[in-house]
């Protein structure tokens, strides 16, 4: 049973714990999209590519997704306020690692993995404790703020990581976490402890190990399927001195077939292990409750979509439109201020429409929202042609976000409160990586067949300069190259510059419309998620009496 304070804490205390535990989830979050605007200014300093970011900011989430269920074990076990504060300790020490990282291995060790460690402590807190400290309609209120900024603050990181990259360095986006994180502890005097003392701690390593694995080859698969292709070999994989490109395929094939085998002897362990009396590392009886399972999906494709929008859309700003890192974030801005607007409202309307309806309606103004970008997206464009779109997308997000953690998490008993809110953040943080890796894969590889064909069509440029331009511009560091950069291929023909910069910008448009595209996917399975959702209002829902 979840242990109960003394005495209740006062309307007053609850309601700034919530701010405590709100600003720790929203910096975790933040840290995940912090730099994709400073994409460009990272290859430079760290003298790397975009495919080693992408895979430093997907790591990221991959940690925080492999280590959360364990995180909300630990936390159930030695209470859930000590974890939160250890978390924000080592997440303090991550980002103090981070800020003074001068190459992409120190960045990736703090950023990712000590950060990651960190974060995957705190984040299940967070949710058990608002569901200990929040009952009946106070917690639907508590978590559509909760809710509200964990959707907003994905897209007010890119604003942050763009002040600081544009006025100081990227450094600093990391060195304000740790002013936060001394905030937090203080707020942590408001907050009271909650543990479970119905199970003693077990350690299921072999669930830990299969899990993190599975995930690990699973992403690394996406994101290397743009350097070696999803099926046929582009190139042989260099492994131990030896080059692999088994009967002429790709590496990624077996990079997925591994991480399926490794998450499906997951599942087999965790019920064989749960069958036999010892405390496995996630239950599989919470799958049993539709509205759980319904919810959690719901949660990663949602999550997914999202990332993956904000992956794009800065590389397109920056390299067809110029903008620096200040103002591709800021060009993001109307999408948070609507988020953060629609949440609490539609936190609001939940004792008078079903939150399952509310849910839905915001799936399809997401729907709508990418439909309007992927039309307003072009060479021509600037930012206030996307603000409509951004601000649709957003208000659709704000009405989703407001619901699903509360209405995901009413599935299931308070005594699991820590292990239900640990598998919710790692479907939040599978989501993520997941989002970063396959719409950043997509949108990489539709940038290389764009550049191929239309180079290979046009009838302007010299045949005999046409590979050259293709290798330079399918290499995507040269996306953020100025157009006296692109030249490089043209000396003898200065007066083609203008042409390829043209090639490079509609290549790089059509990347995103492409991104766009299998993002609405996404939302469309996201809203075949809901379908299994309860038809009833918060009043009416399990544990909110």
Known sequence: MVTAPAAPPSTRVKWLSLLVLSLALAIIIIDGTVLNVSIAYLIRDLHTDIQHIQWVITSYSLVIAALT????????????????????????????????????????????????????????????LVMSTFSGRDRAIAFGVWGGIAGAVAAVGPI????????????????INIVTVAILLLGSLLIKESRDDKHRISWDIPGILLSSIGLVSLVYGIIESTDYGWWKAKQAYPLWGQNLSPLGLSVVPCLFGTGLLLLCLFVLWEVH????????????????????????????????????????LPVFLQTVKGLDA?????????????????????????????????????????????????????????????????????????????????????????????????????????GQSLGTAIIGAIFLTSLTGNVTTAVNANTVLPAIAKPAIIEKLSNTNSQFETASQDSGSLTAFPQLVGVVVDIKNQSMVDANRSSLFYTSGFVVLCFAATLFLPRVKASERHGEA
């Open 326 to 430: 200040i103002h591709t974030g800021l060009a993001l801005i109307p999408m948070s201020i609507t988020m953060l607007i629609m949440a609490p409202l539609g936190a609001a309307l939940n004792r008078k429409i079903i939150p399952r309806h509310l849910i839905q309606l915001g799936l399809l103004i997401n729907m709508i929202a990418l439909f309007v970008l992927r039309s307003e997206i072009s060479v021509s464009a600037t930012a206030a042609t996307l603000r409509p779109g951004l601000i649709l997308y957003g208000l659709g997000m704000g009405l989703v976000m407001a619901q699903i953690t509360n209405i995901t998490l009413s599935g299931v008993e308070v005594q699991a409160a820590g292990q239900a809110a640990g598998i919710n953040a790692t479907m939040r943080q599978v």
């Open 160 to 175: 942050l990581g763009g002040f600081f990259t544009t006025y100081y360095s990227w450094h600093w986006a990391f060195r």
């Open 273 to 312: 292990t749960e069958k036999g009396g010892r405390m496995p590392l996630l239950s599989v009886k919470l799958f049993q409750s539709k509205q759980f399972s319904a919810g959690i999906v719901t949660t990663a494709v949602l999550t997914l979509g999202q990332s993956g929008l904000i992956f794009a």
């Open 69 to 128: 269920i364990v995180g909300g074990r630990l936390g159930d076990f030695f209470g859930r306020k000590k974890m939160f504060m250890l978390g924000a300790i080592i997440f303090a020490v991550g980002s103090f690692t981070s800020s003074i990282s001068t190459d992409v291995n120190t960045l990736l060790l703090g950023w990712s993995l000590i950060e990651g460690i960190g974060a995957a402590l705190m984040m299940p807190a967070t949710v058990s």
